[in-house]
């Protein structure tokens, strides 16, 4: 009897995690294959959907330090180049999406290395903080910035 209980136990909590509208269709929300990293928080972002484009591209900073574009390793060095033949084909906008725990100097030597791109438009990707309810959708979020340059 005790092992019947904890089945029912197990399908009641299972069936509650499912969605409640069983014979709806999925909705078609477009995720962006990339590496994972933990946000920074801000209060002030702007939605900013286009960073979940298939054609977007995005640098990421993991916490400790490592650079990818889009989900290939990469280096500093090898970024400006890497960027430019991205960009000739694709959208004139990066996004960069580092971890915040990254290494600020490495955030820097992106946007040096964006810089020597000729690369002027970016955004800087960021999250909420906790106005979202668990489990549900939210469109990447992030500052536009525009470099210029000081002389």
Do not use: W
């Amino acid at each position: 009897m005790k092992h019947i209980l904890e089945v029912c136990l197990v399908a009641l909590t299972l069936a509650s995690l499912t969605p409640s509208a069983v014979g709806q269709a999925p909705a078609e929300v477009p995720l962006q294959r990339g590496i994972s990293v933990d946000l920074p928080v801000t209060h002030s972002a702007v939605a900013i959907p286009e960073a979940d484009k298939e054609e977007a591209i995005v640098v990421v900073v993991t916490g400790n330090g490592d650079i990818f574009l889009g989900t290939d390793r990469t280096g500093v060095a090898a970024l400006p180049k890497r960027i430019k033949s991205t960009l000739s084909r694709s959208a004139e906008v990066l996004f960069i999406k580092a971890d915040a725990r990254a290494p600020y100097s490495t955030v820097v030597s992106i946007l040096d290395s964006l810089n020597a791109a000729g690369l002027r438009k970016f955004a800087l990707l960021t999250t909420q903080g906790g106005s979202e309810k668990p489990r549900t959708f939210v469109s990447p979020r992030g500052l536009e910035m525009q470099m210029t340059s000081v002389q």
